[in-house]
């Protein structure tokens, strides 16, 4: 059987890297052996192309950062995500094609059907069957990353009208994919949180998570 495929969405500091560690220990307790992967990231090429598109300084222009979110998007997929979803395997992943939609598109203004032309090409149509949404005020965001001690990256270093646009951009995502998508507030603690996502998985996949 096709493993399910789970992306985690939201605004730097809205705790994605916490609750897809948490939900991939448990899913391994339950017997499964869940993928974890990240986009920009995932393969060798992909995690190269991350570090140029976050943190090269010279000026990468909003055609060029969709271009190499998407090449890397397409080696992803091929080479990682399909193969273990076709095995059987779940993947977590840390953002997929919505990041894209939100950032490029919303933060960036680049037209949705520039971005679904290219979806098409590197996804072949893949959607996730369960993208769960982070939901953090720019503020809270701001200062969470803010206390992490690493240097920010090219997003995190944005203007706050920027983060506002790309938040505005997965409430538009959320709402118009109600069936796959779901918004969660990232402001609660982390285990309310987690219990939510239980809930959620148990719903939705019938599965039993401690
Ligand atoms: P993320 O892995 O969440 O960063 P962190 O290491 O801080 O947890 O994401 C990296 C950044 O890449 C994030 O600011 C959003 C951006 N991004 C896009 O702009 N478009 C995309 O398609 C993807 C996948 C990420």
Not at 11 to 18: I, L
Request: hydrophobic content about 35%.
């Amino acid at each position: 059987m096709r493993g399910r495929f789970i992306t985690f969405e939201g605004g730097d500091g809205a705790g994605k890297t916490t609750q897809i560690e948490l939900l991939s220990q448990a899913l391994s307790r339950a017997g499964q052996d869940p993928l974890v992967t990240r986009e920009p990231g995932g393969t060798k090429l992909a995690e190269e192309i991350r570090n140029w598109v976050l943190h090269d300084a010279s000026s990468i222009d909003a055609e060029t950062e969709v271009l190499l979110m998407f090449a890397a998007r397409s080696h992803h997929t091929k080479k990682v995500i399909e193969p273990a979803l076709t095995s059987g395997r779940w993947v977590l992943c840390d953002r997929y094609t919505d990041a894209s939609y939100a950032y490029q598109g919303g933060g960036r203004g680049l037209p949705n059907s520039l971005i679904a032309s290219l979806e098409k090409i590197a996804t072949g149509g893949l959607k996730p069957d369960l993208t769960i949404l982070l939901d953090l005020g720019i503020d809270a965001g701001v200062r969470r990353t803010g206390g992490r001690g690493t240097s920010h990256d090219r997003f995190e270093s944005e203007e706050s009208a920027f983060k506002e646009r790309v938040r505005a951009a997965y409430h538009h995502i959320a709402e118009a994919n109600g069936d796959r998508v779901v918004n969660l507030d990232a402001s609660q603690a982390v285990g309310e949180l987690y219990n939510h996502i239980k809930i959620l998985l148990s719903e939705r996949f019938g599965v039993l998570i401690d």
